[in-house]
C-alpha cells in the first residue's frame, strides 16, 4: 500500500474571495515559506466576479472600480508574489491540529499547514429561513443568485420582480433588473428602515422610481407552477400584521435580499468558538480564533458591506499568520471587548492591549449625532463623534495602543448622547 | 432654488441642503467632506451616471464581459445605451480597459471592459 504523502505548508487559506487573496498575499509578502489558497470555483475572485457595479475601492484605493477589476488586482498580486492556488479544490475537514482534508478531482488529500486562515465568506439566507407560506413554484430566487444568472450566464429571471429585503445585493440588483426591461414594481423590507446602504437606496430605487415599502413584508406567495403574484402586508411596531394592510402585487418572480450567513461549517468542525450575534468566530486584536493557529477575515468572520475593509482586515490576518507560522505564538489576549448601549456587536472580541486595534462595530438602529465610546469600568479610553449611525454601515475605529495602558481586563464598547 | 440630496460618493451618505441659482450652486450644508460639492453641483446641472452592465461575448470562457462607461454618460441616456449595448458582441480575448464601443451614442463616453474574459478553450 502507498504512504499517504502530506502537504507541509506555512499557511493554508481557505476561499479565494477577497479576504483569501489579500490574507495570502499579505503572508506571501512577511515571507511566509509557503503560501496556499484553496478555492472550490473554478477562479480566484469570489462573489467580486458576479459584481459588475461600481464602488469598490472608494476607501481604500480612492477610486470607484466594479468588482471585477478590484479582484483583478488581487488576482495579479497573488500571482507576482507566487502564492499557489488550489481551484477547483474543496476542504473537507480541519483540525484543531491544523490538517485539512481537500478533495479536487485528483481525489482526496491532506495539507498540514503552520496557520489556516478562515476565507469561507458568507451565503445568502432563503425563503426557508424566513418561512413565507404558500406553495413552493418556480420563480423565488435570492439575489446573489439572480446576479450569478444574469451578469455570468446571461440568464433572465423573469419580467416582473418583486423584492423582499433591502440588502445591498437586493437594492443593486433592483437596478440591474430595471436597466435590463424587467419591472420591480416595488422592494418591500420588513424593518422600518433600510438594510442596504442610503447611497444604494438612492442611485438604485430613487434613480428609477422604485418604490420601497417599509414596515411591510411578503405574507403569502402565489403559484403553483410559477409564481403568479405575492400579498404584501404592514407589520405593526409589535410585528403583528396590521389589519387591513394586505394587499396583491402580481408578478411572475420574488427575489430575496433577506441576509447573509457567515459560513462556518469547517470552523465549527474544528471546535473554533463561534459568536452567536456575527456568526462568525470569536477572534483578537490578531484575527486569531479561539484555536491558536487558526485565523478568520472577511465576511466569515463578519458580514460586511464594503470590501475596502474586508481587505485591510484580511491583511493583517496574513500578517498575524505567518508570525505564528514563524514564532509558534502571538501577544495574549486578555481584554475582553463588549458591545453596550446601542452596540450591536463589536470585533476583535479580546484585544492584546499592546498595540494599536482597529475596531470594527455596529449599531443596533439607526440614530444622529452620537458619540462612539471606549470605556474601561468609569474610564473613557476614547470618544469619536458619529454623525450618521445605521445598522447597515459597519463602524470602524482605531485606537492607539496608548489608550489601553492601565485598564483592566474589561473594555466596552457604548453609544452616548 | 434650494433642496436636498443625499451624496452617493463615499457609502457615508451624508444628506446636504443645497442653494443654488440658475447657473451655480451657492452653498451645501451638512456634509462631512468637500466631495458633495461637485457631486449635487453635477446633480443640479450635469447628472451623469456609470453605467455598468454586460455584453456579449463570442469564443469565450464566459458567455458575458462586465463593461462600464467610461466617463460617466448623461442620466438621461441611460436607457439609450443599454439599448444599444443589447446589440453589441465582443470576441474573446478580452482584457480590462479594452475599449468595447468608443464614444458611445454620441456622449463623449466609450464603453470598457472591466473584466478579463480568455478564449473558450
Redesign the interface.
Known amino acids: 500500500m502507498r504512504t499517504e504523502e502530506v502537504e507541509e505548508v506555512d499557511v493554508a487559506v481557505i476561499g479565494g474571495g477577497p479576504a483569501g487573496m489579500s490574507a495570502a498575499v499579505a503572508a506571501q509578502k512577511a515571507g511566509a515559506a509557503r503560501v496556499v489558497i484553496i478555492e472550490r470555483g473554478e477562479r480566484l475572485g469570489g462573489i467580486l466576479?458576479q459584481c459588475?457595479?461600481?464602488?469598490f475601492g472608494?476607501?481604500s484605493m480612492g477610486k470607484?472600480?466594479?468588482?471585477?477589476?478590484y479582484a483583478?488586482i488581487y488576482i495579479d498580486l497573488a500571482r507576482e508574489t507566487g502564492v499557489s492556488c488550489y481551484l477547483n479544490t474543496m476542504v473537507l475537514n480541519l483540525t484543531p491540529e491544523r490538517e485539512l482534508t481537500v478533495c479536487s478531482t485528483g481525489g482526496v488529500r491532506r495539507i498540514r499547514a503552520k496557520s489556516v486562515i478562515l476565507c469561507m465568506g458568507c451565503r445568502e439566507r432563503t425563503r426557508g429561513a424566513i418561512g413565507i407560506p404558500g406553495y413552493r413554484p418556480a420563480g423565488v430566487f435570492t439575489a446573489g443568485v439572480v446576479q450569478y444568472y444574469?451578469?455570468?450566464?446571461?440568464l433572465a429571471v423573469g419580467r416582473r420582480v418583486v423584492v423582499l429585503g433591502s440588502g445591498d445585493v437586493g437594492l443593486i440588483m433592483a437596478r440591474?433588473l430595471t436597466?435590463?426591461?424587467a419591472q420591480v414594481p416595488c422592494v418591500a423590507e420588513i424593518l422600518p428602515y433600510p438594510s442596504g446602504?442610503?447611497?444604494n437606496?438612492?442611485?438604485c430605487l430613487e434613480?428609477f422610481g422604485i418604490p420601497l415599502y417599509l414596515s411591510t413584508t411578503v405574507v403569502e406567495i402565489h403559484g403553483r407552477d410559477r409564481v403568479t403574484g405575492v400579498t404584501l402586508a404592514k407589520i405593526g411596531p409589535r410585528g403583528g400584521i396590521v389589519p387591513g394592510s394586505k394587499r396583491l402585487v402580481k408578478c411572475d418572480t420574488l427575489m430575496l435580499s433577506v441576509g447573509l450567513i457567515a459560513e462556518n461549517e469547517l470552523a465549527k468542525k474544528a471546535g473554533v468558538a463561534l459568536s452567536p450575534i456575527t456568526g462568525g468566530p470569536i477572534v483578537d486584536d490578531h484575527f486569531q480564533t479561539s484555536i491558536p493557529g487558526i485565523f478568520s477575515a472577511g465576511n466569515a468572520l463578519q458580514v460586511h458591506?464594503?470590501v475596502d475593509y474586508v481587505s485591510l482586515e484580511a491583511e493583517k490576518a496574513g500578517l498575524s499568520a505567518t508570525e505564528y507560522a514563524h514564532t509558534g505564538k502571538l501577544p495574549e489576549a486578555n481584554i475582553r471587548v463588549s458591545p453596550g448601549q446601542g452596540i450591536r456587536y463589536v470585533v476583535p472580541q479580546y484585544i492584546s492591549g499592546t498595540e494599536a486595534v482597529d475596531f470594527s462595530m455596529r449599531v443596533v438602529v439607526p440614530d444622529l449625532d452620537r458619540y462612539v465610546v471606549f470605556r474601561s469600568g468609569g474610564q473613557t479610553v476614547r470618544r469619536m463623534k458619529q454623525?450618521?449611525l445605521a445598522p447597515s454601515?459597519m463602524v470602524r475605529f482605531r485606537v492607539r495602543g496608548e489608550r489601553f495602558q492601565n485598564i483592566g481586563r474589561e473594555l466596552t464598547v457604548e453609544l452616548q448622547a | 432654488m434650494n433642496g436636498q440630496f443625499t451624496c452617493v460618493v463615499c457609502p457615508t451618505g451624508c444628506v446636504v441642503n443645497a442653494e443654488w441659482n440658475e447657473t451655480e450652486l451657492l452653498s451645501t450644508d451638512h456634509a462631512q467632506c468637500k466631495l458633495s460639492w461637485d457631486y449635487v453641483r453635477g446633480e443640479i446641472f450635469d447628472p451623469r451616471r456609470t453605467v455598468t452592465t454586460t455584453v456579449r461575448v463570442d469564443d469565450g470562457d464566459l458567455p458575458l464581459v462586465s463593461v462600464k462607461s467610461d466617463p460617466p454618460v448623461p442620466k438621461r441616456t441611460v436607457f439609450e445605451v443599454m439599448q444599444h449595448l443589447s446589440h453589441v458582441v465582443v470576441k474573446a480575448p478580452v482584457n480590462i480597459g479594452d475599449i468595447v464601443v468608443t464614444n458611445v451614442l454620441d456622449t463623449g463616453s466609450n464603453i470598457v471592459a472591466t473584466k478579463r474574459i480568455q478564449r473558450k478553450v
Open positions: 466576479n459588475i457595479h461600481d464602488g472608494t476607501k470607484a472600480l466594479t468588482g471585477p477589476e483583478q444574469m451578469n455570468i450566464r446571461n440591474r436597466l435590463e426591461g446602504l442610503v447611497r437606496v438612492v442611485q434613480d458591506d464594503l454623525n450618521v454601515s
